[in-house]
């Protein structure tokens, strides 16, 4: 029995839905989601296998329009890359985008020459009439050999979306074990964890300005299926420190509560979470930290 294998890069402006459709596939949570944007910074593979064929989904940061840092730069080298590998590449829009005809990635995607679909993303929210009349506009700007309108969130066209993708793989061999989902470890999903509480509970500049390390990662022998988890947040300037511990160190409190929660259902273990704050002045601008960080090694 032949079997088809291959790397199916998705690719799309900030806050398209490109995790959430990652997530839905892989039918696990491999990429956190907020409606801000920048919330993938990471290039984060996720793996779907069945007997004759293996599908490796990579979920890339949304491309910046106008990188303010560094670390922008190179959360954009996460974007580009997907173009170098990918056996199938998927261009991810929402119906309210607009894109000029002389946006770089158009150009981009008219040089594509494995197979490219585009995935127009909640459709559950707008009329059939726009998503025909994107069908029209998009047909004629690129050589898609699939177009398909779906809703991420709440899966729909999503399995079929899967048999089209399979349709198109090339035969190859088995990239990665079977059962395995995907190629990141448990502490960089912890770590996500955290940054996304982060997203969701400091206003303006605080969640951009701060990365997350887990610096211990351990499993009590004395306690079954208990994790005891210590991190640290790094934040860019002085003056956000205190933001984060809040007053009385109440934010942080909140902060951790909420951060275990998803860190035991993510783990299936009950957990001691604790959380240090670190200031690293403006790290988002320092080659060194952003290797650290991990923002060089993708």
Not at 112 to 123: D, G, H, Q
Not at 196 to 208: G, S, V
Not at 234 to 248: E, L, N, V
């Amino acid at each position: 029995m032949s079997h088809k294998s291959g790397f199916v890069n998705i690719i799309g402006r900030p806050n398209v839905g490109k995790s959430t459709l990652m997530n839905t596939l892989v039918g696990q949570r491999m990429s956190i989601i907020t409606s801000k944007p920048q919330t993938t910074r990471h290039r984060i593979i996720g793996i779907v296998s069945g007997d004759d064929y293996q599908i490796v989904f990579s979920d890339t940061p949304g491309m910046i329009k106008d990188p303010s840092y560094k670390m922008h730069h190179a959360m954009n080298r996460f974007a580009h890359s997907s173009f170098e590998d990918a056996d199938i590449m998927i261009f991810m829009i929402d119906p309210y985008e607009n894109y000029e005809l002389d946006d770089p990635i158009i150009e981009k995607l008219k040089a594509v020459e494995v197979p490219l679909f585009l995935v127009i993303n909640k459709t559950d929210l707008v009329e059939p009439a726009r998503i025909l009349a994107l069908i029209q506009k998009w047909s004629a700007i690129a050589n898609f050999a699939e177009i398909f309108p779906i809703s991420a969130l709440k899966e729909d066209n999503t399995p079929e979306l899967v048999k089209y993708i399979t349709k198109h793989l090339p035969e190859g061999p088995v990239y990665y074990p079977k059962d395995q989902l995907t190629d990141k470890n448990e502490r960089f999903f912890i770590s996500e964890i955290i940054r996304e509480k982060i997203l969701l509970l400091y206003r303006q500049e605080i969640p951009y300005s701060c990365e997350v390390v887990i610096e211990s990662f351990k499993e009590t022998p004395k306690k079954k299926n208990f994790v005891s988890i210590s991190a640290t947040i790094y934040a860019s300037r002085k003056t956000q420190k205190s933001i984060i511990i809040g007053k009385d160190g109440v934010k942080i409190k909140q902060l951790g509560i909420e951060a275990r929660k998803d860190i035991e259902a993510f783990l299936q273990k009950r957990s001691y979470l604790e959380l240090h704050v670190k200031v690293k002045e403006n790290w988002r601008d320092n080659d060194s930290e952003l290797k650290h960080f991990g923002y060089n090694n993708n």
